[in-house]
C-alpha cells in the first residue's frame, strides 16, 4: 500500500515530460494523419505530404509549448521507427538471395556512399552531405536519411540538408518506380534480374514493390526481398557513421557519455534476430510495419516544422546535383555488377 501512495505522490512528476510533449506530439500527430489522407485519397509519397505540410506549419515554432513535443517526434519517435523496420527482416530472406546479389547490393551501397563522399569533396559539401545523400540513395531514401541524421551532429546546415535529401530521394524514387520497368523490359532482363535491378536501385521501399508490381509477381518478390536485404544494410552503416562521430563536439557530453552503439540500432537488430525465430506472426509484423510508416511520417513532419523553405533554397544546386548522380550511379553499377556475373555464369536462377 505503501508504495501505491508513493507512486501516486510522484505521479505529477511521472506525467510532467507527457505534458510538456503533448502538444507538439499532438501537432506532428495530425500533420502525420493529414498527410495519410492525401496520399490515400489523392496519391503520392505520404512522407512528402508530411514533409510540405510540416514546412507550412514551421510559424508554431514560435510557440514555447510546441517545441519539447517537436524535439521528441524528431529524435525519439524518429529511432524508435527505424528500430522497428528489423521486423519486417529475416535472416532467412537474406540467405534467399544468394551470395551472388547479396554482393552486387552489398557493392552498389559501399560504392554509391563512397561516391557521396567523393561529390561532397568535390563540390566544397561537408562530408556530413556526401554519408546523407550517398546513404539515403543507397540504403532506403527517406528512412535511411533520417536513421543517418540522428547519429551525425546536429547542426541547423545538417537539418536543411536532410529534409532537402527526403524531397530529393522521395520524388527520384516516385520517378524510378514509373520509369525502371520499361527500361528494363527494353533491356529483356530475365524476371530475377529485373527484380534484382528494382529492389538493388529504387530508394524507397513503397516504390520498389510498385516498380515490381508494374512488371509481375516473380518481379515484385525478388525486388521486394532485395530491398529488404538493403534496409538491413542500413544497421552496420548507421553504426559506423555513430563510431566515426561519437566524439564530435556537438555530439560528445561530458555528463552523458555517447553509446558505441546507439540504442535504436540494438533494437533493430534484435527484431531481426527475434523475426528470423519466428517469433513474430505475420499480423504483429504488418502492424510493426505500419507503426514504423507512422513513426516515420512523425518524424518527417516534425523535421518540417523546424525548418523553412528560405532554408532549403539557402543549400542551392549543388545537393540536388548530388542526388541525381548518385541515382544514376547505383543504377549504373548494380546493372553493370549483374551482367557481369552473368557473363562469368553466375544468373542466380
Known sequence: MSNVVSLLARWPLLWLPLRLRLPGVLTCAVIGMSASFLSEHYGGPRLLFALLIGLSFHFVME??????????????????????LGMRITLNQVTGLGWHTALIVALGLVA?????????????????????????????????????????????????????????????????????????????????EAGTVLGGTIHDVAQVVGAGALMGEEQRDV???????????????????????RNHPHIRSETKPVPLVPGFLLGF?????????GIFSSAQVSRASECSSALLVMA???????????????????????LLIETLFIALTVTGLLQAMKLFGYTGD
Request: aromatic share 6%.
Open 63 to 84: 510557440q514555447p509549448a510546441i517545441r519539447p513535443g517537436i524535439e521528441f517526434c524528431g529524435k525519439t519517435l524518429l529511432r524508435l521507427g527505424v528500430a522497428l
Open 112 to 192: 554509391t556512399i563512397g561516391l557521396g563522399c567523393v561529390l561532397a569533396r568535390w563540390m566544397k559539401q561537408p562530408m556530413t552531405h556526401g554519408l546523407l545523400s550517398g546513404g539515403a540513395v543507397a540504403i532506403c531514401g527517406a528512412s535511411a536519411a533520417m536513421a543517418i541524421s540522428a547519429v551525425l551532429p546536429q547542426s541547423r546546415a545538417n537539418e536543411r540538408f536532410t529534409l532537402l535529401t527526403v524531397v530529393g530521394v522521395t520524388l527520384l524514387s516516385t520517378m524510378t518506380m514509373v520509369f525502371y520497368p520499361w527500361l528494363l523490359v527494353w533491356l529483356d532482363l530475365s524476371p530475377r
Open 223 to 245: 525486388a521486394t526481398v532485395v530491398k529488404l536485404f538493403r534496409v538491413m544494410l542500413l544497421m552496420p552503416v548507421v553504426l559506423l557513421v555513430a563510431i566515426a562521430y
Open 269 to 277: 537488430v534484435v527484431l531481426v534476430l527475434l523475426g528470423s525465430l
Open 300 to 322: 518527417i513532419a516534425a523535421a518540417g516544422v523546424k525548418t523553412t523553405f528560405a532554408d532549403l533554397l539557402k543549400l542551392g544546386w549543388r545537393p540536388v546535383s548530388m
